[in-house]
Every structure is written in C-alpha cells, then in structure tokens.
C-alpha cells in the first residue's frame, strides 16, 4: 500500500512537471517572433500597389461590373483599395475610405457580381506571382467581406421569379 501511494506521487510529480513543461512550451510558441505578415510576403507597398493596378485593369475589362466604375475616380478607388487590402494582410497602413458595409448597401451587389470581383482580384495576384499559400490567405480574407457587400436580400423568391 505504502508502495502503491508512493508511485500515485511520483505519476502525480510527473504529470505536474510534464503540465507546466506543457505550458512552457505553449508560452515559447507565443513568445516566439512572428514571421513576415501577410502584406509583407506579397511585397509591402510597391507589390500590393502592383496588384491593385492589376484588379482595376480587370475590373474595367470585366464585362459582368466594368459598368459600376464607369464614373469613379480611378486614383481615389485605387488608393483605397491599396489601404483597404494593406490594412487587412497586416500592414502599418491607415485606412481612410468608407465603411465597406455602408459604402455598398445600396448597391445591390449580386452573387455573381461578387465572385467577378474576387475573380479579377486572384487572376491580379497570379499575374503578380504571388504564390499559392498567399493566394489561399488573400481568399479567405475575400471571403469574409461577402456579408458586408453582397445584397443580403436576396431571397429564394427574388432568385426564382419569372
Ligand atoms: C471583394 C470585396 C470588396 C472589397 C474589399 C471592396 C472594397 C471597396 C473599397 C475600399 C471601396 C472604396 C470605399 C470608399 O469609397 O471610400 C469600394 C468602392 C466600390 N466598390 Fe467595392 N469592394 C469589394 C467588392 C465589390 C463588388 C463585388 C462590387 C460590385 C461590382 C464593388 C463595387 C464597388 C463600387 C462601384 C465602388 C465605388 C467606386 C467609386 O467610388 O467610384 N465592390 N470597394
């Protein structure tokens, strides 16, 4: 008995040690320098510039939207994509344009409308050889804009009528 107490200890001490060598080990992947961002792997200000170019080029190509940017000012859009896109890979970046939500709500923006754009942004980012790791990052980043930009009203009603 006095033997089995004994082993309950030592497992006790062993497992104690291999908790806080687990929380050791949790505090060094914290503490740990963060690699480059996101913003700097796609080449900080001149490789997003780069790439904002190339989805305006896109854009106004793209027949599903080229007519949404027919009467915008081609140098404020484009600056503030470059500080929207900077600002959400992580660069030191300040953003000074409209509320994306507020800036499309009364848009109506369709599905389709949406997917063009996410289109013409990826076909920017291969034409500026991001690679594929970046490519899935950016996408996921797009992705997560959707609600605030496609028309959320769009109903089973609306989609099927005749
Ligand atoms: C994919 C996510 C999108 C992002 C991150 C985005 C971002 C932006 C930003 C930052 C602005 C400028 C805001 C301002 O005026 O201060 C803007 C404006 C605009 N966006 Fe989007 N947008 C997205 C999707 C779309 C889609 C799907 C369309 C539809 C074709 C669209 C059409 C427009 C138009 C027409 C403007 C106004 C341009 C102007 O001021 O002349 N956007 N967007």
């Known amino acids: 008995m006095k033997n089995f107490i ?3 200890a030592i497992v006790g001490v062993l497992c104690s040690s291999l908790a806080s060598m687990n ?17 700097e792997r796609i080449g900080g200000e001149k490789g997003t510039r780069a790439i904002v170019e190339d ?3 896109n854009h106004t190509n793209n027949p599903i939207i080229k ?6 000012d081609p140098v404020r859009v484009k600056q503030v994509v470059f500080e929207i896109f900077a600002v959400a890979t992580g660069g030191d970046v300040e953003y000074t344009g409209m509320d994306l939500a ?4 009364n848009m109506n923006i369709s599905e ?3 997917n063009a754009v996410v289109d013409d942004i990826m076909d920017a980012l ?9 490519q899935d990052e950016i996408l996921a980043v797009l992705w997560a804009t959707r609600p605030a930009i ?6 089973t009603q609306a989609l099927t009528a005749k």
């Open 150 to 155: 496609v028309n959320g009203n769009m109903t």
């Open 112 to 114: 389709m409308e949406f």
């Open 102 to 105: 507020e800036r499309h709500s």
């Open 67 to 72: 007519a949404r940017f027919l009467y915008s």
């Open 23 to 39: 929380v050791m080990a949790d505090e060094a992947v914290t503490a740990a320098p963060a690699g480059p961002t996101l913003y």
């Open 55 to 57: 989805v305006w080029t």
């Open 6 to 8: 004994k082993s309950i």
């Open 126 to 134: 291969t034409k500026n050889n991001v690679a594929q790791k970046e």
